[in-house]
C-alpha cells in the first residue's frame, strides 16, 4: 500500500491515483487539471497497453461507472512493471502468448469479445484449462492479481468496499459493544 502511495507522486497518470492521496507538492490545488488529458505508456508499447487495457476491463468491467477503466488501472500496472524489471519479462511473454492464443494471426484485442472471453476462460477455470497452455495460465493469474491490486489501491476501487477510511466522522463513533467493554467472544 504504501508503495502505491508513493506512485501517485509520480507524474503522468490521468486516471489512476491512489486513494489515500496524490503526495506531489501543491496537488491539492492543482486537481484533476493537472493530470495529462491521455496516458502516455511507459513501459508497453501502444498495443500492448491497449491489450493491457482491455484485459482489465474484462476482469474488472464497469459497473455503475466503476470498474478497471475508470481507475486507470491500466496505468497503474504499465507503471508498476516499468518499475519492477522481473516482471517485465513475465508481461511481454504473456502479451506475445496472448496474441499468438486467438489463431489466424490475430492480436487478442482484434478478436470478438466472445473470442476473447473463450480464451480467457481456458485460462481462468480449470475445467477448461489445456496443459500445453500454462504459460497463458500464468499470465493471466499475474494479470488477475496486478488489476486487483490497481483497482483497490484507488478511491473508487475502496468506496465499492465501503472502506471506513474514506468517511470523515465528526464525532467519534464509539465502541459498538456498549455491553461488552471488555470484547469477550468477540
Request: proline share 8%.
Amino acid at each position: 500500500m504504501s508503495l502505491a502511495v508513493l506512485a501517485s507522486a509520480a507524474p503522468g497518470f490521468s486516471r489512476w491515483c491512489c486513494a489515500f492521496g496524490d503526495t506531489r507538492e501543491g496537488a491539492e490545488q492543482e486537481g484533476a487539471e493537472g493530470r495529462p488529458a491521455r496516458y502516455a505508456p511507459q513501459f508497453f508499447s501502444l498495443s500492448e497497453y491497449r491489450t493491457v487495457e482491455v484485459l482489465t476491463e474484462l476482469i474488472l468491467p464497469s459497473m455503475e461507472g466503476s470498474g478497471a477503466k475508470e481507475a486507470g488501472v491500466a496505468e497503474f500496472i504499465d507503471f508498476w512493471v516499468k518499475n519492477d524489471p522481473p516482471l517485465q519479462e513475465q508481461f511481454r511473454r504473456g502479451l506475445e502468448w496472448l496474441d499468438r492464443a486467438g489463431g489466424n494471426g490475430r492480436p487478442f484485442i482484434e478478436l470478438s469479445p466472445a473470442e476473447q472471453q473463450k480464451i480467457l476462460d481456458r485460462l481462468a477455470y480449470r475445467r477448461y484449462q489445456r496443459p500445453e497452455e500454462k504459460t497463458g495460465q500464468l499470465f493471466f493469474r499475474l494479470m488477475r492479481q496486478y488489476t486487483v491490486m490497481g483497482f483497490y489501491t484507488t478511491e473508487i476501487g475502496l468506496k465499492s468496499l465501503d472502506y471506513p477510511g474514506l468517511k470523515f466522522y465528526p464525532t467519534s463513533p464509539g465502541c459498538p459493544h456498549p455491553d461488552n467493554p471488555e470484547h469477550v467472544g468477540l
